[in-house]
């Protein structure tokens, strides 16, 4: 079988960026395979690499007397008062 062509309009459809693709290019150092693409959409999905949320993660406290964990490789516990947590959890 074999792989679609690595066009512009097939990097867009999985969601990578003018920017990301030439960051791949540089980690690879060859044009990635149909399967690479798919593989870097993947793990470079807001899912999963948090593109957009990241900024605003990042603000949140990561220490002091409201914070139960820290972040780390575990989910990070806020104390929100009245008995209750929230949780941040970055995969």
Known sequence: MTE???TPDLIASHGIKPDEYQRILQI???TP???ELGIFSAMWNEHCSYKSSKKWL???PTS???VIC???ENAGVVDIGDGQAVIFKKT
């Open 70 to 72: 820290g972040p780390g």
């Open 4 to 6: 679609p062509a690595i």
């Open 28 to 30: 690879i150092g060859r």
């Open 64 to 66: 002091g007397p409201q």
């Open 33 to 35: 395979s149909f399967t």
């Open 58 to 60: 990042r603000t949140l």
